[in-house]
Structures are given as C-alpha cells and as structure tokens.
C-alpha cells in the first residue's frame, strides 16, 4: 500500500539524519586522533622491552631454513618500509605484530631455552591476544564488526586463517588464481571448520567453488557483518541480487516466498535437485499449494513415465507451466505462466 | 592391518629419503640455541639470498589441455566442455618496490585460464598507503545442455516458429511432424565481467573507494510457452529462450578509521537492464476450449521478461571502542528498489485484444521498494574470561508498489472476462519487516573453556500473508574448549519456539481478487487453498538444533577430527503442509604428516535431510465432499541421503625440486520418496503398467587429480596434470520422458547428466624476478 508521501519523506530523511549524525557524533578525537602507528614509529624502546636493529636483527635468525619460513613477508605490503602504516614502516619491524620482544632476541646463555617472541601466533595463545596486533591495523572497512561476531567469540584467531609470512595468502581477493583449474584456496581454509559445505559443493547442483569460480567471500564476510550467517549484505535476498539482479523487481505479480527469503526454496551450498532447490518438485511447490485440482493432487509414483504420466512431476514439474516463479511483470501474469 | 603397517612403512620411507633431516626430525629439535658469529662471506651470501627471497616471483604458464569426450556437465563453469585440445595460459607478473626502500609503488598482472572459456584477468597498481587502482576482466561459462530438442525454428531470438508442415493436436501425441521437425539445440550462457576502481588514502585517516563493474549475460535458458490457463485448459512447450542482460554496479565508500572509532559511508548503485524483447511463439496445440484465433497456425503467445530494475543504497556504518574492552558498532542503510519497465499488452493475439473493455489500468509499474536496514550491537569483554554481546537488527521491506485491478487474459487464449471473474486480480506488493533481538554472554569457568548462554527473539511482519506476525524466540547453550594445543571441543545447542498470530488462509485470497467476484462464491467455499494448510516458512514451529566438534592432535603431525549438525524442525500446529523436517549431518577428518614433506588428509561427510508433509486431494466441482473425505489425504516422505568420501595428499621430493599432489573426491547420493494415499485416491483396479513405487533418485561422482611439477632450475619448470571425473545421475524426472511422454506438455527428452572425463595437462613455467 502505498503510503502518504510525508510519511516516506519523513523517514528518508530521518535515515539521512542519523548518518550525518553519526558523521557529528563520532568524536572528533577519531577524526584527529594521532595514529598509534606514528607513536610507535619513533625509535624503540630497549626500557619497555623491545628489542633493538629492527627488522635485520630478527633475519640474522629467521629465514627460509626455518619451520615456518619468513622471508615470503618481504613481497607483501606488510614489509613495505615506505608505508609508514606498515608493520616494517615502524623501526619495530617484526614486533609491531609480535610485541616487545627483547628477551627473545638477547643471547641465551648455557643450555637455557630461548625465551618466546611476546606474542605467539601458535594454538597456544590466546586468539584474542593473537588479534591485538592485527585490529590495530585492521578495525575499519570488512573488518568493521569483528568484534564479538561468530569467529571472533569462537576464538578464531586472524592467523587460523591467514598466511602473513608467505608470499601469498591464499584468503586474499584473488589469490584463487594460481596455476591450477579446479583452485578453491580459500575455500578449503573455510572447509576445515566447515566440512558439512565442502561435501555440498559435489552435489549434483552447486555454486562454482568447486571449480574456483566463486569464493566463499562472495557471500560471507568472515570478519562479521550485520546481516545474518555473516552475509555480506543486508540480507539474504540482497546478497542472492549481487548476482541474480534479473531477480530484485519489484514484479507486478510477486511471489511471497521468494520475496522474503532465497532459502525459503533454495539451498545455496549445493543440493541433489535441479536449480539448488531444497526439496524435489512438485512437493516443494505442495508445501505451500494445496488449491483444488492439480495443485493438490496426490502425486504418487502412478505419474512416473507409463500409462499417465503426470505433467506436473517430470522434467520441470510445477515449472513446466509457472516458469516465472520468481516473480512476473506480464499483465497477464498472477499465475506465474507469463 | 597389513595394509596400514604397509602404508606406513612407506610412509617412512618417502620421509627419510625426500627429507635431509629424516623422519620426524622436527620433534627432535630443540628450541634453544646459540647465536654463531658469521663470517663475512657467510653473511654477504646470507644478504644476497634474502635480496633475492624479497623480490616478488613472476611467471608465466603456457601449455595444452587434453579433454577425452564432450560433455556439458563436465565443462560447466571451466569452459572444459569439448572434446580435444585448449591452450592452458597462466600468468602473474608483479614488481614491488625493494622492500627495505622508502618507496612504495608496485604493479601486478594476472591472468588465469586464459585459453578457456573461464578466462580472467586482473590488474592493480599503485602507491601503498596513497592510491591503488585496478581493473578486472573475467568470463564465467554455464552449461546447461546440450541435447535439448525442439520443433521451434529461431532460438536464441525474440520469435520462435514452427516448421511449415507442422501438424497441430490437442496432445503431444497428435503431433504428427514432430519427429522429423526436431532440431538439437544447446542450452547455455556466459557471464562477462569488467570493471575497475581505485581507492584512495586522504588525510585525516580518510579513505575513499570506489568500483564500477560490468557483467554481461548472454546465452539461452528452457523456459515454458504456455498458452491456456492453468489446470485441463493449458498446453506448454519447453523452448529455448534468450537471454541478454546488463548489470551495471557502482560502489563508492569513504572510510574513516581512527584508533578507537571507525566510520564508512557508501553508495551503492546496481542497474539491472535487460536487452531481451518478450519472447513470442506459435502455439503448435489446438483446443476446443480456446478461443479459435489461439489454435494454431495463427495462435500465438507472448511472455513478458524479466523487467529492467535499479537499487540505490545509502549507507553509514560505525564503531566505537568505548573502553574496558566494549565495543559498540552499528550501520545503517537505506535502499530504493526501483522498477517501471513498459507492460506489454495483455496478450499478442489480435482477436483476444479486440474483447479487452478493461484496459491495462497503468502503463508501467511504478514498483518501489524502500529497505531499510539497520543494526546496533555492543560486544563486551570487561573482565579477563567474561565476554556479553547485545545486538539489534532491523530489516523492513516497505512495498510502496501501487495497486490496480488486472483483469487477466490466461495465456492468451480466451477473451477477456468480467470484474466478477476469478481472472480479475488485484496485485499484492509484499512488506516485510524483521526485528531481531539477541542476547549472549559467555564466562570462562576453566583455562580456556567457555561456557556460553544466549537468547534471540525474532519477530517477523507480512503484509498481504496469511500470517500478520511470526514471533519466535530462541534459547541457546554453549561450550567451548581449547584446553592445551593437543584438543579443541565445541558443543552447542539452541532451541527455538515460533509462533505465528491467526492463520488466516483466505486473506491473500480475498486482497488479490474483487468483490464482485467473491459474491459469485458461496460462503463455504471462500478459500484458495485448502483450508487446513498452513505455510512452512510462516508457521508454528519448534526447532532443536545442535551441533558440535572435536578436535584431536595425539601428534603433533597426527590431527583428527569429528564434527556433527542436527536440525529437527517440527510444524505441531500444521495439519496440512510440511510436517517434520530433519537434517542431520557428521564429519570425520584426519590429516597426517609424517614428515616435512608429506601431507596426507582424508575425510568423510554423511548427511541426511528428510522431510513429511501431507496434502488433501480435493476437485474445485466437488469441493466440500471432498474436503470432508479423509480418504483423500496423501502423505509424502522425502529422504535425501549424501555419503562423500575425500582422501589426497601432498608431497615433495629431491629437495623441493619435484612436488607431487593428488585427491581423490567419491559423492554419493540417493533420494527416496515414500508415498501413502488415502482409500479414496487408490484406483480400485490399478492400470497395467502403472508404477507403484518411486525408483531412488541417485547421483555418484567420482573425481581423481594428480598434478606433479618439477623444477628444472631456477626459472624453468614442467608441470604434468591429470584428471578424472565420472557422474553418473539417475533420476526419474528426467531419465525416460522425451518429447512426447507427457501429453500436454511438449518437452525437449533433456535427461539426467552422465559423463566420464578424462583431462591431461602439460605446460612448461618460466619464472623470474
């Protein structure tokens, strides 16, 4: 129903008002604030505990000999000295991410074991510790609501996923694109805490991560987001239209379910039916159709192909007439048909 | 047991031989260690190699593919799908400037399957910390079949015909002409993508962002050309349709990030057009209950298309540390779903158009949805081991869609009725609007193990539904665990309980039809669907979820794991409708590496989803006996069961100089439908040859890779690669129904897919610095 203009004018811009309101709000101090990244600049500290001779002094130790080698780091914007925003931009080098570290790089005298770097990035420290130094950087944009989202409260640690000292960290934008066809690098970090999505994708009807086509990131901002099962956009339907925007109408003639809720119909992971559909046709349709004539009746295996096979249970099903279930824009389309 | 202490032994075997530092070396070493002074020597070659290790490697592939058969299936989404030969071209070229210098440009080029029909491409450069810019380019192949069989002359454009010795029937079996009208045809369609953006660090911790993409969608889909209303009156054909579509998209953000606040403004601009005219066709039936300027040769019908739309968002988010570790963040965004396109005329058919006396009340829609989402959290961790998250969401879908009586002429076949016609409706622009509200907190009642407690209320407005609200609360348990790095255990359980307000089944009925026409109803009849039937997705329901994992390390080269999901949806309140659906899901997964140099994984997936839902068989010319027969029920069992095996492994050899991987994937599905009929729906003398029980639905794919690369020296490598791929898909909706099987549908005799792939691949790689 369309309703009285002021009404609508009104809440346009009551939602205008709050986002320069928000511009207003957030203290100037966010805008002005001296970056802790300058501050940390300056020369380290020995007294606060950090070692001396940046960067060199780790690889005078740390290099491709070691178990986990280091020395990809220096091919990645992380090291790169002239972006003062950088970890390497600062004279602290490695321990802008491992913290003060002095003790780790002092000499070890006798057979006493080497005291740890500060911070750890092994299982055994704490995710939310291993995440300090990385929301230093990384707090705004994607990562704008990692806090207390799903994997920030499961203790998931930005290095259970992330690849810092490689050269190329297979969760990043693009890096599905090594030499290899059927490439899902970052789908199968994803799959390692979800397995049950690693099976889906070999269903008969699936998304193309299988073959490295899409990535999970497509859908899902793993950093946390406002839209439900990390979704990277509002909603689910909205997230469907990024690539389904034939689908976003508004129709003339709109189909309820499909209106509200992709998944009402569809199972977006990989399903045994055609088109991703959740249930086989024409029972999916009957779950909500039961009007007289075709659309309740009883589909038994009488319709398979023999003496009366049913219109309404092979190929299309239900589609083989209402095509359009998505919604029609025809006239003379309330049935879907047109 | 022979097999595994073989597997082992040779296991160890590769390890001491592939590794200079033999079998289980690592676990052996010890952490602490003496710094030695290097000579001068050692140390120049230590600078030199370190110099080399920080220049970013380019290379460049280039090779063939061998593809054994053809196949659809196979090469949908990798454009793998002929027989013979493709060029295989890989590239990334990428400069940096030295890592250790004040500057920061760099530049990179990739290129991935450039000699396939999956091609991509993607450029960037720029100067870290001050402006990066980049473009992309990439072309994703859909293949849907390739042995679609039609009469209809003129695929892929706006006009389908039929052939000019065409022999119409009221059946598909009265098509005389057929067999020699059929013509092959493929279904598929590819998507182009191009775009670019560039982004932008001003001062004052501002970043600006902005991309513009293109896609392109050409090719053809199967869709129906129906001409008749639904029910007894209506003949379709399956045909080929085209498609060409435009998606156009915009994004711009500015970011501003400070230490404790961070705030982003967007744009985003989506514009959806669509090129395709309305498909119109010759309708190949006759029928006695048309009108007879719908039969053919002069019959014909028109489709509408999907209607060229636009999306504006506005949009704000933010985040706020507040101190003693709280966080609060919210966004919001505002949208505007525009749509206008040009209705087409109620039907194509002259004569029909000439009994119209209600004309189209509009030219265009004048759709519009406003969206309006919003979220607000606080997440909370003031004491060491004590975490609290609240959260509100907001999701409306205002529908300001105006709306009009249509008095409809049903698949352009009959004349237009009057406004007391069941063909007179009124349309239904849908609301939608979601409030969510969450509660969690979390206490750690023992090193590293968490116990978490939580609750979430949903409710949920519909305008035009049958149900007005839906709320629905959900109460969640947790426990975590990561007590030491050798286990990690995950348990969690939510129950949740949603309740629909009156279920009114007639009112989308009576909103979308007129008054008139509801007078021509008597009272007892007043409905649209049954009236027992209740919606799933807007229905009482409770719901039992619970899921967990484990994690086990005995080694620290040894990981096992084990992880499972349970759904159990009951609809209590539903008599007719879904009834029950479960899933249930588990995971075993292994990794082992024996040494450095070898990994092996293995896992195995089952699940299973069923469903029960029961309907009532009932005949709009003898509705209230038929409703007040029990023996008219129907119940219908559905079970979807997956078994998927994976096993693969890693390994390097001579020194890092030769790499060998391969995986091997086996899915397995059957699908089963148990169906009960009442007494009055069982035929009291079943026809010869009817089928009295639904075959299984099941598909199996079996997949092996094995792809091997040997470094030749520094720059050239050879890289060998071989694949397999079997699918073998049985299902009744497809397999054994051409043409002609269903008597008013004329369809295209499109069957399950099937295949057995082979692909070998070579390719040499040159890489530099």
Redesign the interface.
């Known amino acids: 129903m369309r309703k009285p203009c002021s009404a609508r004018i009104f809440g346009r811009l009551l939602g205008c008002s709050i986002m320069a309101g928000a511009l207003v709000w957030l203290p100037a101090e966010v805008a002005l604030a001296e970056s802790e990244r300058e501050i940390l600049a300056e020369s380290p500290a020995p007294e606060e505990g950090y070692a001396e001779g940046g960067v060199e002094a780790c690889l005078e130790c740390h290099d491709e000999t070691d178990d986990s080698p280091v020395l990809g780091i220096l091919q990645t914007p992380h090291a790169t000295k002239g972006d003062r925003r950088s970890p390497f931009g600062s004279e602290l080098g490695c321990q802008s991410c491992h913290g003060a570290s002095g003790e780790h790089a002092r000499k070890v005298e006798g057979d006493a074991a080497r005291p740890s770097v500060a911070i750890h990035f092994v299982p055994e420290t704490k995710a939310a510790v291993q995440n300090v130094p990385c929301l230093g950087c990384h707090q705004g944009g994607d990562q704008m609501h990692w806090k207390g989202s799903t994997h920030d409260t499961n203790e998931v640690a930005c290095a259970s996923c992330h690849q810092v000292h490689a050269a190329e960290d297979p969760m990043l934008e693009h890096a599905d694109l090594r030499p290899e066809i059927w490439n899902r690098a970052q789908a199968d970090t994803c799959f390692g805490c979800h397995p049950q999505q690693r099976a889906q994708l070999h269903r008969v009807s699936a998304h193309p991560l299988k073959e490295g086509q899409m990535r999970c990131s497509d859908c899902h901002n793993a950093h946390g987001s406002t839209g439900p099962s990390l979704l990277t956009r509002s909603n689910v339907n909205e997230t469907c239209y990024q690539c389904h925007a034939e689908k976003r109408g508004p129709f003339l003639w709109e189909h309820a379910p499909a209106r509200e809720d992709c998944s009402n119909c569809h199972e977006p992971h990989g399903s045994n039916h055609p088109s991703l559909l959740s249930n086989r046709g024409p029972y999916l349709c009957q779950q909500c159709h039961m009007a007289p004539f075709h659309p309740s009746t009883a589909y038994s295996a009488g319709g398979l192909p023999g003496p009366n096979p049913a219109d309404q249970m092979l190929t299309r099903h239900c589609l083989n007439c209402h095509t359009e279930v998505h919604g029609s824009n025809h006239p003379s389309g309330p049935r879907f048909t047109r | 047991m022979k097999r595994t202490i073989a597997v082992l032994f040779a296991a160890t075997l590769v390890c001491t031989f592939s590794s200079p530092r033999g079998f289980l070396a ?1 676990e052996e070493e010890d ?5 030695e002074a290097l000579s001068p020597e050692e140390q120049a070659r ?1 600078e030199a ?2 110099l080399e ?5 380019s ?1 460049i ?1 280039f090779g063939g ?1 061998w593809v054994n058969d053809d196949s659809f299936k196979f090469g ?3 454009g ?1 799908e002929d027989e013979g030969f493709e060029v295989l071209g ?1 590239l ?1 070229l990428r400069r ?2 030295p ?6 440009w760099y530049w990179r080029l ?4 450039l000699g ?1 029909r ?1 091609r ?1 491409l ?1 450029a960037k450069g720029g100067w ?2 001050f402006f990066d810019a980049w473009l992309d380019f990439r072309e ?1 192949p859909k293949f849907r079949n390739s042995d679609v069989w039609t009469p209809y002359r003129g695929a892929g454009g706006s006009l389908l015909t039929l052939p000019p010795n065409w022999v119409a029937g009221s059946s598909t079996t009265d098509f005389l002409k057929l067999e020699e009208s059929l013509r092959r045809d493929e279904i598929k369609h590819r998507r182009r993508d191009v775009g670019g953006g560039f982004s932008l660090i001003l001062p ?2 501002l ?1 600006l962002e902005a991309s513009y993409n293109r896609e392109t969608k050409e090719g053809r889909k ?3 050309a ?1 001409i008749g ?4 009156v ?1 003949r ?1 054909a ?1 045909v080929p349709e085209e498609i060409d ?1 435009d ?1 156009q ?1 915009i994004d711009v ?1 500015l ?11 967007g744009y985003l601009m ?1 514009h ?1 057009d ?1 090129n395709a005219d ?1 498909l119109v066709w010759e309708n190949a039936f006759v029928f006695s209950r048309w009108d007879p300027s719908a039969d053919f040769p002069d019959g014909r019908g ?6 060229d ?1 636009v ?1 504006h968002q ?7 540390d507040l101190g003693w570790n709280t ?1 609060i ?7 505007w ?1 525009r ?1 206008d ?1 040009s ?5 194509v058919n002259p004569t029909l158009a000439g009994s119209i006396t209600s004309p ?1 009340p509009r030219n265009s ?1 004048d ?7 919003m ?1 607000l ?3 909370s ?1 003031p004491i060491d081991g004590l ?1 609290f ?1 609240a ?1 509100f ?1 907001y ?1 409306d ?7 009009d009586l ?1 008095i ?5 076949s009959t004349r237009q009725a009057g406004i007391d016609s069941s063909r007179a ?1 009124i ?4 609301d ?1 609007k ?1 409030k969510e509200y969450s509660l ?1 907190a ?1 206490y750690q009642v023992w090193h ?1 193990t ?1 116990l ?1 407690v939580g609750w979430d209320f949903e409710e949920i407005e ?4 049958e149900v007005a609200e839906t709320k629905e609360d959900t109460f969640k348990v947790g426990l ?1 665990s ?1 007590p ?2 050798y286990v ?1 255990l ?1 348990l969690a359980g939510e129950h949740s309980s949603r309740d629909a307000s009156d279920y009114r089944g007639e009112f ?1 009925f009576f909103k ?1 039809t007129t008054t008139e026409h509801l007078l021509t109803i008597s009272e007892d009849e007043l409905f ?3 009236p027992d ?1 209740r ?3 807007e229905m009482d329901r409770e719901r039992d979820r619970i899921r967990g ?1 484990i994690n086990i390390q005995p080694i620290e080269r040894l990981s096992l794991g084990f ?1 499972f ?1 349970s759904v159990n949806d009951d609809y209590e309140n539903t008599d ?3 009834l029950h659906s479960r899933m249930l ?1 588990y ?1 075993f ?1 292994a990794s082992f590496s024996p040494c ?1 140099d070898l990994n092996t994984h293995a ?1 195995y ?1 089952f ?1 299973d989803f069923r ?1 029960r ?1 029961r ?6 010319n003898n ?1 209230l006996p ?1 409703l007040a027969d029990p023996g ?1 029920r ?1 119940v ?1 069992r ?1 079970v ?1 069961a ?1 078994d ?1 095996f ?1 096993l693969g492994f890693d390994l390097t050899l001579l020194d890092g100089r030769l790499t060998f991987e391969a995986e091997t ?1 086996y ?1 397995r ?1 059957k ?1 089963s ?1 148990g ?1 009960e ?1 009442g007494a009055s ?1 069982t ?1 009291a003398v079943p ?9 299984d ?1 099941t ?1 199996h ?1 079996f ?1 092996a ?1 094995a ?1 091997a690369r040997y470094r030749i020296d520094d720059h050239f490598s050879v ?1 060998l ?1 071989y ?1 397999y791929e079997r ?1 073998d ?1 049985d299902d ?3 397999d ?2 051409g043409p002609t ?5 004329l ?2 005799g ?1 069957t399950s ?1 099937e295949y057995a792939n082979h692909i070998a ?1 070579v ?1 040499v ?1 040159y890489e530099f610095r």
Do not use: C
Request: hydrophobic share 30%; no cysteine; net charge neutral.
């Open positions: 690592a952490f602490s260690f003496e710094l230590n190699r370190r290790l920080s220049l970013p490697t290379w592939e593919y949908d989404f990798t793998l890989n990334d940096r400037a890592w250790d210098s004040d500057e920061t990739r290129g991935a399957n396939l999956s991509s993607h870290q910390g994703l004052w911790n970043k199967l869709t129906s129906v209303s639904s029910g007894g209506r379709a399956i579509q998606t998209e953000s970011g501003l990030r400070g230490e404790r606040g961070q705030l982003q403004l989506s959806f669509n309305p028109r489709k509408g298309t999907a209607p739309n999306f506005i949009s704000a988010a933010g985040g706020y966080r963040s919210g966004d919001i965004a505002l949208g779903m749509q396109e209705f087409v005329p109620y039907t189209l829609l759709g519009e949805i406003d969206t309006t989402a979220n959290r606080i997440d961790r975490r998250n959260r969401r999701d879908r205002d529908n300001d869609t105006p709306r249509f409809y002429i049903p698949g352009d409706r349309n239904r622009p849908y939608y979601v969690e979390g590293r968490e978490s519909r305008s035009f539904s975590s990561r030491n790095k990690a995950r989308p979308g649209e669907n049954h039937l919606k799933f997705y994992s992880a999901e007719i409708g879904l899901s995971t997964d450095d896992f997936t699940e469903t839902q309907g009532h068989s009932f005949l709009g509705v038929g008219r129907w219908a559905d979807d997956t998927t994976g994937i899915s599905s699908g439908i169906f009929t729906l035929p026809v010869p040859g009817t089928p009295t029980a639904f075959p639905a598909s794919l997949g890779t792809a890289r690669g694949a699918l898909v009744w909706s497809f054994r129904v099987t269903l008597a008013n549908v369809s295209t499109v897919p691949a390719s790689i």
